[in-house]
């Protein structure tokens, strides 16, 4: 079975500050990795995935993740965060067998000030 | 596109009573998904459907739960009856046929449940 880990519950930090949100997983088979943004009052949306390749992946809005297998981590950075860009964060993983299931992690929620 | 759509967006009812909630999906999506999110258990998996068939049920909590998706375009999560502790935001959301389980979910702006 996966499961994912988040290891901060909340991150406070500076605009303009660089930010890593913390992410590990188990799984025995191969991954597929994913963050989700939920900003207040609405509904996850995807923010980026990891399904093959290039480990590095990045967002539209400055966000990357790198897929570390040997870490078995997926962790998100922003290297200058903006005011916007509080919200939770959700860090997910999926695999290519049994049921087509998408386990989340717990969230972090980031807290830019000013 | 007007994605996933979820009614009603709050809902305030009393313990004991029936509670309906409902979604539609992104059309030409064939994964439909419930979900439900507390501050203290977080993003739970209720129940997932593919092609209107539910797949997965492990997560509904008990009998109280019900879900079903009579077409493509349209699935229900009854409560009946409410209990407070069913207070939560419910989300439903959809994905794209299944093409290597790498794909995204879509989802709904959620309802808030009050059950006092």
């Known amino acids: 079975a996966q499961s994912v880990t988040q290891l901060d519950s909340q991150v406070p930090v500076f605009e303009e500050a660089p930010v890593e949100l913390r992410c590990n997983y188990s799984s025995s088979v191969s991954v597929y990795l994913f963050w989700y943004v939920q900003y207040p009052n609405q509904g996850l949306q995807l923010l980026l995935k990891?399904?093959?390749?290039?480990?590095l992946v990045e967002s539209i809005n400055g966000f990357e993740a790198e897929f570390n297998k040997s870490q078995t981590s997926f962790h998100l950075r922003k290297p200058s965060v903006h005011i916007s860009d509080t919200a939770e964060y959700f860090c997910a993983v999926s695999t290519n067998t049994g049921g087509f299931k998408t386990i989340f992690g717990a969230g972090t929620r980031l807290f830019v000030k000013a | 596109d007007a994605g996933v759509i979820q009614s009603p967006r709050h809902e305030v009812t009393e313990m004991g009573q029936e509670v309906t909630l409902r979604c539609k999906p992104i059309s030409g999506h064939d994964y439909l998904f419930w979900y439900r999110q507390t501050m203290m258990r977080g993003l739970e998996l209720l129940i997932y459907f593919n092609n209107n068939v539910p797949i997965d049920d492990s997560g509904m909590p008990e009998d109280r739960f019900s879900a079903k998706m009579p077409n493509a375009s349209f699935s229900t999560l009854k409560i009946q009856p409410s209990e407070p502790r069913d207070s939560a935001v419910y989300f439903c959301?959809?994905?794209?046929?299944?093409?290597?389980?790498?794909?995204?979910?879509?989802f709904g702006p959620g309802t808030r449940l009050t059950v006092l």
């Open positions: 959301a959809s994905s794209p046929p299944n093409r290597g389980r790498g794909d995204t979910q879509y």
């Open positions: 990891y399904l093959s390749g290039s480990t």
